[in-house]
């Protein structure tokens, strides 16, 4: 069974340009939420998935958007990059009436240059 | 706002003895609290999640209490190993109507052979 994959693993970009990280979820998982981590610091809450819907949002301008497919997977699209933007992205999924518990990917390492 | 506080500082010990690791908050109602376990590099794993009606729960060498009255969580690994070493993640999920989980900055903690 596998766990929760996101691709790519690193990515390096420039400011101003655009990003997509994807994420396929704990197989008959049905609940997405990506994370933003900084270095030394907790993963930061961006955005909930759950019925391709946005279901919750953290304080993340709207140059972060996202989406999730018929199949649970999940994009995280990010606008207009900044320098600021440099972190290790995570996904998490779970079951909607799981208690919330989250298995999380290894992450996508993005740097911006 | 909604704060955690995690020790920022390391926590070193000796292997066979307890480690405890402090979770405090403020400003939050938590439905209940989380700790996961977090590697270098890695996505955090869940280890062990507690309610606000529970008091205390057990899982192989770990313990965690929760005291909703002063806004805290201690959590315990006993007969602690090197392999224990990494950093411990706290987060809440909370009654507050959302639905996003707030993570504190972790600890890390080193335990020496």
């Known amino acids: 069974d596998a766990g929760v994959t996101q691709s790519p693993t690193h990515l390096i970009k420039t400011r101003g340009q655009q990003v997509t990280l994807r994420c396929s979820p704990k197989s008959g998982h049905d609940t997405v939420s990506w994370y933003q981590q900084a270095l030394g610091q907790g993963p930061q809450f961006i955005f909930q998935?759950?019925?391709?819907?946005?279901?919750q949002r953290g304080n993340f301008p709207d140059r972060f958007s996202g989406h999730q497919f018929p199949n649970y997977s999940s994009e995280l699209n990010v606008n207009a990059l900044l320098l600021g933007d440099s972190a290790l992205y995570l996904c998490a999924s779970s079951l909607i009436d799981d208690d919330n518990e989250q298995f999380f990917g290894p992450g996508t390492r993005l740097t911006v240059l | 706002s909604q704060k955690i506080e995690q020790n920022s500082e390391a926590l070193n010990i000796q292997e066979g003895k307890t480690a405890t690791l402090t979770c405090n908050y403020t400003?939050?109602?938590?439905?209940?609290l989380q700790w996961y376990r977090q590697d270098p590099g890695r996505g955090p794993v869940f280890l062990l999640l507690i309610r606000e009606n529970e008091k205390e729960k057990r899982k192989e060498r770990l313990k965690v209490t929760f005291d909703t009255t002063l806004k805290q969580s201690l959590f315990h690994i006993t007969a602690s190993q090197p392999a224990d070493s990494a950093t411990y993640l706290c987060a809440l999920d909370g009654n507050t109507g959302g639905f996003k989980t707030i993570f504190g900055a972790g600890t890390r903690l080193f335990v020496k052979a």
């Open positions: 400003n939050y109602s938590p439905a209940y």
């Open positions: 998935y759950y019925e391709e819907e946005e279901r």
